[in-house]
């Protein structure tokens, strides 16, 4: 035979209270659609934000994009430097990069030397 075990008291309130309990007042005064379109409205501001406005995911985008560019013009410039450097310091330690300039640019010859100059004839319109 099964004792019946003493309850706590609570279910006694609550079973108590039977069908004519319900949620208070000011809780049901409040329509559910005006509070599904205030949930909607927070949601639509919060994914305006994430996808159009200042540090939106375009905006992030663009950044990136414009990050990789700088990257590579910096790392194109460093290239450029270290080979003006190494035509510095060529130019300061010998003879034989000023003279290959001398020549290539301005046209200069040794005494001796003959110049030659070579001129490609144009070729026609038409022809490869």
């Given amino acids: 035979m099964l004792a019946a075990m003493p309850s706590s008291g609570f279910e006694a309130v609550i079973g108590g209270l039977g069908p004519q309990w319900s949620w208070p007042e000011r809780l049901t005064d409040l329509p559910m659609r005006w ?14 934000r994430l996808w159009v406005g ?14 990789a560019t700088q990257e590579a013009e910096n790392a194109r410039l460093v290239s450029r430097n270290q080979e003006l450097q190494a035509e510095v310091q060529d130019l300061g330690s010998g003879l034989e990069a000023l003279e290959e ?21 144009p070729q026609p319109k038409g022809a490869p």
Avoid at 101 to 121: S, T, V
């Fill in 54 to 67: 200042e540090g939106s995911l375009a905006d992030l985008h663009g950044l990136q994009q414009e990050i």
């Fill in 101 to 121: 300039r001398a020549r290539n640019e301005l046209g200069m010859i040794k005494p001796g030397e003959i110049f030659i100059q070579i001129i490609d004839r």
């Fill in 35 to 48: 509070l599904i379109t205030l949930l909607v409205a927070i949601l639509i501001a919060l994914q305006y």
